[in-house]
């Protein structure tokens, strides 16, 4: 089965909330997460990745969370606008691999904002 | 410098048809990535090429489908003898250095087998 997950399919969040999206991975192997946005009829769109030896980063306005021991990581949007309106995944990368490994992607979680 | 191309975005072929799926890279690019889409799921690693190589194809099924990345010209997914099963949305990335958590995806295709 899939190695990373999400805990929550849709999340609906007020214009100007902070939005908080979760995911589970539990292959331990994995060191390195990316986050993307995809909006309707597009690609996904890097957002901010973290590698296993970091637990915290910042970017521009989302802060991406690791949690080694649990496995889990998640996606922080601060003062949420309509335009983060979007399917979020997380994926995962067992850099192990090396350039032959490929992207394991989590099935997604839908951040809906109202103005 | 324009992103990822694909074409077409939208394809609609009878169950038994084949599909040609096209994916320019950014300029510059030699890897290519392919990767399917369900609906309501995440995407699905299919197949890694670099010109004129298949790296990886671990994840494309062994039969009806295959791809290639020539010397001159885009990259081509093929998939012969479509099924209901292979609708989904079928989206390419590039990359400069091999590294697929570096690449930039393409809008997709979205194929309809009806």
């Known amino acids: 089965g899939e190695s990373v997950g999400l805990h929550l399919p849709t999340l609906s969040v007020q214009e100007g909330d902070n939005s908080i999206i979760n995911c589970a991975y539990s292959?331990?192997?994995?060191?390195?997460f990316i986050w993307y946005k995809q909006e309707s009829g597009k690609g996904p769109q890097f957002i901010i990745d973290i590698r296993s030896n970091m637990d915290k980063r910042q970017g521009q306005r989302v802060t991406v969370l690791l949690n080694k021991t649990v496995k889990h990581l998640s996606l922080q949007i601060a003062a949420t606008q309509p335009g983060d309106s979007a399917v979020y995944f997380c994926a995962e990368y067992p850099l192990d691999r090396g350039s032959q490994g490929n992207l394991i992607f989590g099935k997604g979680t839908k951040l809906s904002v109202k103005p | 410098n324009a992103g990822v191309m694909q074409n077409p975005r939208h394809l609609v072929r009878r169950r038994g048809q084949e599909a040609r799926l096209r994916c320019s890279p950014m300029?510059?690019?030699?890897?290519v990535y392919w990767y399917r889409q369900l609906p309501e799921e995440g995407l699905k690693f299919m197949v890694y090429l670099q010109k004129e190589n298949i790296i990886d194809e671990s994840g494309m099924p062994k039969e009806r489908f295959s791809a290639e990345f020539p010397k001159e010209g885009p990259s081509i997914l093929r998939i012969q003898q479509v099924v209901r099963g292979d609708s989904a949305a079928y989206f390419c990335?590039?990359?400069?250095?091999?590294?697929?958590?570096?690449?930039?995806f393409g809008q997709g295709t979205r194929l309809t087998v009806v």
């Open positions: 300029k510059g690019h030699s890897h």
């Open positions: 990335a590039s990359s400069n250095n091999g590294q697929n958590t570096e690449a930039f």
């Open positions: 292959n331990s192997a994995s060191d390195y």
